[in-house]
């Protein structure tokens, strides 16, 4: 069967598991007290079944409930745990036949048939940590079963309700704690009733909190060594033939290695959705079967993929792949050996580089990696503290990096400096195969006009005489993603967000400020996800994986954000 609609069915099983789940909850529910429900209520449940009524029918609701989101994510002991509790539930149903246990059975059997038959897609690993806590509660619930049972040999000896042998004690302990049966406990008295429900809630919390832990499927957040950055910055200096290569090597991504070729993609993980920055890493000839890979890993732990900021050059491969694939923007380049601020294009940034430089303005170029200065390094640091606090202290990860002054390595700094030396701001530069992205761009709130200009040009052109093929500003989001008759629907959502959303994101500011450049090409970029359609889900993890602090505290400000009155 065809991976989507075998995938199709499956959630259809599981969704029928919530309706299960959903309907032992509403059995706990008083609806007997009601007179309009009562024949409802007797229709659909056996009124002479012993178990799953009440508090009980609420926590195997709860557990069923529980089951089911883990099935959804593949977790393989979910399923076993499912296959068991749906075959003594069948065999249950049986043995109290009622009226609507018919369908239930069929419901039942339906989901045990499904699960059977697709167990390999259940290939999802428990967290071996949280596993072992699992059976920390799971001892403790054992324990109090046995306790109990000791309880009840020493204090209801005299009791006309007594035991004659541990093993009686011992069923009568687990009906207790396990299906709540209180018909041999002794609680005449106050003190004795509050024991009893305090060693239910206590098992039960034991319980829960143990499947959660139990079923907790793996995350995969490898420890990164520094042999592992080491390794990767060699495949980028190599492959990274896309301008966000670089940014694998800042301190927000993941590595997976390839096992079967000489390859590495940086990603992120977001509510199960493998969010991976750029370009595969390898050799194009490895390109198909790195990917291959990649889907196999996703599929066996039921992750959705993700890709930010794709290249025309792997674009093709994607669509070949059946991912989806949407327009994510267009990249500001510049040709740097025919490139010069001349012509009206360029006249903005050349007036305001002219205005940098009779105020006397200068560039400078730090290299960390020949000579440490604390001054500079200091000064770059209050630039970044000051325009955080403008930006409300919430910053972009991910698809930009950081000043990473600690472990600076490929990376070039160029700054301004006024006339008494005050640096003014800066711009740090991430190398690829044939250029440098601007990546961060920075400066002081009080700064003249046409320091970040000065920067920039000057940048550019020292490395046009080094022969440096590229300059690259980096991406213009969301700008002309939908310019074609065919734009799909996720292209025309976009375009409306650029359209409309200015206020809030500015992203038509953003990119007249490139534009003004003059740059000589626009490079499109691409996003790409597995499986289709795309969903909220997937723009949740576009948002939650570049917003590493402050996700909360900026939803609130956009949804609290004054307007601006203006009085005539």
């Not at 360029?346 to 002219?354: C, D, E, H, L």
């Amino acid at each position: 069967m065809n991976l989507k609609y075998r995938k199709a069915v499956q959630n259809t099983a599981i969704y029928l598991l919530v309706l299960i789940g959903i309907k032992n909850l509403a059995e706990a529910l008083p609806w007997r007290a009601a007179q309009a429900v009562a024949h409802l209520y007797n229709i659909v449940v056996d009124p002479h079944a012993v178990v799953l009524k009440t508090s009980l029918s609420f926590l195997v609701g709860l557990l069923m409930l529980l089951l089911a989101h883990r099935l959804y994510l593949r977790v393989r002991l979910a399923w076993l745990s499912e296959i068991i509790m749906l075959t003594i539930s069948v065999f249950l149903q049986v043995l109290r036949y009622h009226r609507f246990s018919i369908p239930i059975i069929m419901i039942e059997l339906f989901v045990l048939a499904v699960l059977c038959l697709s167990h390999r897609d259940f290939s999802r690993q428990a967290n071996r940590m949280t596993i072992k806590m699992a059976f920390i509660f799971i001892a403790v619930s054992v324990v109090l079963v046995l306790f109990n049972a000791t309880s009840y040999l020493l204090l209801l000896k005299a009791h006309p309700v007594h035991f004659s042998n541990v093993w009686d004690a011992l069923v009568s302990s687990a009906k207790l704690l396990f299906l709540l049966d209180k018909s041999a406990a002794r609680t005449a008295t106050v003190g004795a009733a509050l024991y009893v429900d305090s060693l239910i809630v206590i098992n039960w919390t034991c319980i829960i909190v143990g499947s959660f832990l139990l079923l907790k499927p793996i995350v995969y957040n490898p420890i990164r060594t520094r042999l592992d950055k080491e390794k990767v910055r060699n495949l980028v200096l190599r492959h990274g033939r896309n301008p966000m290569s670089y940014l694998a090597l800042e301190d927000d991504k993941q590595y997976f290695f390839s096992s079967k070729v000489d390859g590495v993609c940086a990603y992120a993980l977001v509510n199960d959705v493998f969010v991976i920055c750029g370009d595969m890493l390898c050799s194009e000839k490895d390109s198909f079967e790195f990917l291959a890979e990649i889907v196999s890993h996703c599929r066996q732990n039921a992750y959705q993929i993700l890709v930010m900021t794709i290249s025309d050059a792997f674009a093709p491969l994607y669509r070949a792949a059946g991912f989806g694939l949407v327009k994510l923007g267009e990249e500001c380049c510049f040709k740097l050996a025919g490139y010069s601020l001349a012509g009206g294009r360029a006249s903005k940034v050349r007036a305001a580089v002219n205005h940098a430089v009779k105020a006397g303005v200068t560039v400078h170029e730090y290299e960390p990696t020949h000579h440490r200065s604390a001054e500079i390094e200091r000064q770059i640091t209050e630039i970044s503290n000051e325009w955080l606090k403008t930006k409300g202290g919430y910053e972009l990860r991910f698809t930009i990096g950081s000043t990473a002054l600690t472990d600076p390595m490929d990376r070039r700094y160029f700054y301004a400096t006024d006339a008494d030396g005050k640096m003014l701001g800066f711009i740090v530069f991430l190398p690829y195969l044939s250029g440098y992205l601007a990546d961060v761009t920075r400066r002081r709130g009080d700064a003249m006009q046409g320091v970040l200009e000065l920067i920039t040009y000057e940048a550019f052109m020292r490395m046009k005489a080094e022969g440096v093929e590229w300059g690259n500003l980096g991406l213009s989001p969301l700008f002309n993603v939908a310019e074609s008759d065919k734009a799909t629907m996720t292209e025309k959502l976009f375009n409306y967000i650029y359209e409309n959303l200015n206020k809030q994101y500015a992203f038509k500011k953003l990119h007249h400020a490139k534009e003004k450049f003059a740059p000589t090409d626009w490079v499109p970029r691409y996003l790409a996800y597995y499986p289709k359609p795309f969903s909220p889900k997937l723009a949740y993890a576009i948002v939650r994986c570049q917003l590493k602090t402050g996700f909360v505290k900026l939803i609130f400000s956009q949804m609290f954000k004054k307007k601006t009155v203006t009085t005539p």
